[in-house]
Structures are given as structure tokens and as C-alpha cells.
């Protein structure tokens, strides 16, 4: 027999306690406590009439000939009150003893009146002064519930398989989702592990960068189980009021257990989550209850009923050493950046809401994102999208997806930008300088395309190097090529124009950033060998790191940082000495048409003449111009053939029904 839950009482409950307290106060109460303080007493009206005619009496009130109100002389301050007879000769008396006196004109009054007046206008204004402040109240705790609802849990609840998402919606993470399958498969046939012996885990924490799935996968896990799923964010727990957090709890997992099995996740989790430190006044701090209330119920449900909890987190080195031990959130699902394969099926996973043109290369388009996240692909997507609506077309193209992984990168073409023929040379000869010193090194990315075109990030322009397949590691000898690589600007500026620019205030930092990386982190120097001089923190939010040597070894750090950085420097200026025809061709070439190609640029290097680039390239765009047209005639051709044929089945309809 199933437990019958109390009714919960109506704000107009509430409301009419209220009414009925402040009945019983204005007519019992108040006057009682005025008798109670001495100031004012009844008395009879021969004691009136005594007081009169022997000169204590100061001023009399007259109302409504059914009530005296006065004071004495003596006792100023002091009010008596005394019922009015029916006396004709009492103004005489009034006058005759000196006595001020007044009377008001008596008004018909209305019961009515007097109700509206005392009783329901004051009642409404006294509801809508509660009912404004229980608002007031209701924002502060965070917008949902009222005051009767303080330790309610804030959860969204989505019935079945209301998410909408099932694992054929998530792409690029085989792992994780082989990881949650069984989880899913406990969902659905729960004997099968009871009779084992076997436990689900309680609890399964998914970790990985920003912008990777891992919502998207919790909800892909309760669409294939097909049970209640909740959500909540780790924020939603944090109160202005101490314990209120630890209620949400426990109201979070007594729902579960009421509408189990279901999937409940943590969005966010590192907001309670995080170690405790005894720096919260004594423990008793708002975030540390809440995070001890969230251990005890995840010790106290049973996990055979089938609630599972699913939680994210980018921030794993931050959490309480507690909440991962077993028993509780005791498997760990990496949720990694997608790799070519991964981000080549997420893109056409997105693709598939998008009208894309039947050529695109979705396999190019992944190796020129490399380390993107699930979420900057469909950005890139997107962005494709809205450039061919903003183009006039109806079909987003290659060159439309080329173009957003550019935009993603360094932003939108400043059209308007007005730069001096003198800087735009600078500009050439520094991209070149990039592009000249990679082409001649070997382990070095192919360079796929230069442009001198300013971007909305303040890059003036750029020189794309895009991997022919992925790399996982990276060898002493890629890391110094990728140093030169990026002096390469620098050292064509020196060298063409003996004086060098701001602009290689980017190509400074990251070839710093990965010479210091050689020397610290990747073992790649002789002076320190593999000693491990530096750790890394926030490994998924930017990846912090932080020196732990001697400032004596810090010294030495600099120095070999500045030794590699300083003989890629030369390299790079040894490679466009030796290649400094090229380079003056490939610039003017670079100047005249702003934007040109990877396989441009290799042809003119390899010796190609400038006439047959242009050539070649004219050609191409024609060829381009006539299969577009050729499609656009196709498909005119086809709609046209299908009318043709339709009006040939109407007619053989109409035969037929003539015969």
C-alpha cells in the first residue's frame, strides 16, 4: 500500500491565518493595551457632569452626539471617555463653566463603507505587501520556488526520453560511449547483474575540456536507457543561506529514489566539489555542508534500485579526494579533444542540419582544426552556414567551411582597413619569411595557405600550415623546426629591410612558450636532461604551469630557452639567405593577389613560372565557374524531366479513366 503524502497547503492558507490575526488584534488587542497604559479611561456621565460643574474640565469632543471625549486641567495628557444622554441643558452648562467645547456634524455613515475602508482595503494592502516581498525573497534564493519551498531541489527533470539525444547524436568519442554502454545496459536489465553478484558503480565522472560532449553524453546515456533524467548545475546548490544547499540534496536524491531507475548529472561539479581545506570557519562554512551532505547520500542509496549519477568537470585535480574513492563517483570517463577521425564524424554529424554542397571534404576540413572541440566544429558549421546566406547561395560550399575554420582563427577579413603600400610589403615579406622557412625544413607541416588580408584579431595577416595526418607526438627535431618557423618573419624583415616591426609580437610568444616547454617539461635540453622542473595545473582549462627549482635553475632555464630560440633564429635567416630570389619573387607575387594557395606557393618555389600560376589558377576558377553552372543546368534538366514525366502519368491517368 503506497504511503499517501501530505497535501501541500495553498498560499491563500497562509494568507487568511494572517487575516484572521489581524482581526483578532485590532479588536481585542489594541484597545485593550490602551486601557492597560493609563491614558485613557471611561467613565460614567454624572462624574462628567460633577467634573463640570466643579471647573476641572478643559476640552470636550462631541461626536456623532453618542460619545464625550475630554481631559481635565490637572491631567492634561490623560483622556476619559463617557457615553452622551440625551441632556438639552449640557452646551448651557458647557458655557456657564468655561469649558471648551466642539461638535461635529453628524454624516450619515454606510456599513459598506466603513467595511471597504477598515477592513478589505487595508487586507489587500497588506496581501500585496507579502506577496511582493515573498518575491523579493524568491529572487534572492535564486529565482524558482517561494518561501515555503526553501531546500527544494532546482533540478530539470526530463521524462523517459525527453533529452531528445541518443549516442548516434555524439561523435568523436568511441571511448566514452563504450564506457557509458554498460551503464545503459544496467538500465535495462538489471537481473542480469544481480545474479552475479555484481554493483553498477554508484557514480561515473566525466572529464575533459570545455566544449567536448560530456552534457551531450549524459543525456545520450538517458536516451538510450529510456529513464527520468536529471539535471542540475553544481551552482545551483550554493545558497545565501547556510544549509540550504545540503537540503537541495537531500531533496535531489529523494526524488531520484522515488523515480528510480533514472540518471541524475551534475553539471559543473567542482562548485561543491572541491577539497576541503579547514579554511571555512571551523567546517561549517555553506559550501563544505553541502558537499558532506552530497557523501552521506551517495553512501545511503542503494544502487541496485538503479539510480545512477553522471557528473562533469573540467577541473579533476580540484576535486575532494572523498568523492572519487570508491563507493562513490569511482569511474572516471575521460572525455579527450576528437582526433581526425573524431572531428572529421562530428563535422558530419552537424553537417547533417546544414544543406551542404555534394563536393565538400569534410576529411580536409579536420585536418585543418587540429586539437578543435566537439563544440568549435559545429561553430564552424554554423559559421559556414551563415556565409552562404550572406552570399546568396543555398548551399553552404568548401570554400564557405574554408573560410569559417579562418574566421574560428583569426577572425573576420577587415575589409576596410586601410594599410600603407609600405607596411603591406613588410607584411608580404614577413608571411613569405614564415612559408620560405618551413617549405625548406624537413618534419614541417605543408603550408596551405598566405594571406596579407587584415583580420578582426589584429593579425595583419598569417601563414596556414595544415598536418597531412595527425600527430599524436612530437620529436626535438619538429619542435626546434616549428621554433624556426616562427622567426622566419622576423629574420625575411631583417634581412629585406635591415630594421624589424611589432609584428612579431605573437611569433615571440609561442616560440617561447615551446622552447621553455623543450627545457622543462619535454626533457629535450643537455644541461638539465629529463629533471622535471615544472608542473602543470589545469591541465584541461589552458594548462597552467608553474617553476618548482631553485632560482639558481630558473636562471639556467632562461638561458638555454634563450640558446635554443636564438640558433633557430639563425637558421631561419641562413635558409632565406640561401633562397632570397625566391623570396623577393614569392612576396611581389604574395603583394599582387593578397591571398594565394599552398599549391601555389610550392609551385613557385619548385620553379614554376609566375605566368603559369596565374594561368593555372585562372583556369581553375573557370573550370570552377562552369561546373557550378553545369550542376545549377542539371538540376533545372531534372526538375524539368520530373514535370514532363508527371504530366505524362496525369495523362495516362486521365486515359484510363476516360476508357
Known sequence: MKEKKPQKKSWLYYYGIILLLLVVLNSFIFPA????????EEIDYGTFLTMVDEGKVNQVDIENSKQITFNTKDEKGKVYITGQVNDPELVDRLYKSGVKFGQKIPKEESPIVDLILFWILPTILMIAFLNFMMRKVTQRMGGRGGPMQFGKSNAKIYVEAQTGK????????????????????????????EEIGATMPKGALLVGPPGTGKTLLAKAVAGEAKVPFFSISGSEFVEMFVGMGA????????QAQEKAPCIVFIDEIDTIGKKRDGGGMGGNDEREQTLNQLLTEMDGFDGKKGVVIL???????????????????????????????GREDILKVHAKKVKMADDVDFNEIARATAGASGAELANIVNEAALRAVRLGRDKATQADLEESVEVIIAGYQRKTAVISPREKKIVAYHEIGHA?????????????????????????????????????????????NKIATFTGGRAAEEII????????????????????????????????????????????????????????????IDREVLSIIKSAHNKARQILEENIDKLHELSNYLLE??????EEFMAILNGKPVEEVEKDSEEKEIAEEILTELEENNKEEVKFEEGISLNKVESNENEKDNQ
Open 497 to 556: 629591410f635591415n630594421s624589424f616591426t611589432t609584428g612579431a609580437s605573437n611569433d615571440i610568444e609561442q616560440a617561447t612558450r615551446i622552447a621553455r616547454a623543450m627545457v622543462t617539461r619535454y626533457g629535450m635540453s643537455e644541461e638539465f636532461d629529463m629533471m622535471a622542473l615544472e608542473t602543470v595545473t589545469n591541465q584541461y582549462l589552458g594548462g597552467d604551469a608553474s617553476l618548482m627549482c631553485s632560482p639558481e635553475a630558473s636562471a639556467k
Open 33 to 40: 493595551l490602551g486601557q492597560m497604559s493609563g491614558k485613557v
Open 436 to 480: 620560405l622557412v618551413a617549405a625548406k625544413q624537413t618534419e614541417s607541416a605543408p603550408v596551405h595557405k598566405i594571406t596579407i588580408i587584415p583580420r578582426t584579431s589584429g593579425a595583419l595577416g598569417y601563414t596556414m600550415q595544415v598536418e597531412e595526418g595527425e600527430r599524436v607526438l612530437m620529436s626535438k627535431e619538429e619542435a626546434f
Open 166 to 193: 541518443t549516442f548516434e547524436d555524439v561523435a568523436g568519442q568511441d571511448e566514452a560511449k563504450e564506457s557509458l554502454t554498460e551503464i545503459v545496459d544496467f538500465l535495462h536489465n538489471p537481473k542480469k547483474y
Open 247 to 254: 537540503a537541495k540534496v537531500r531533496d535531489l536524491f529523494k
Open 311 to 341: 557528473a562533469a568537470t573540467n577541473r579533476p585535480e580540484s576535486l575532494d579526494k572523498a568523492l572519487l574513492r570508491p563507493g562513490r563517483f569511482d569511474r572516471r570517463v575521460p572525455v579527450e579533444l576528437p582526433d581526425l577521425k
Open 593 to 598: 593577389k593578397e591571398t594565394i594557395t599552398g
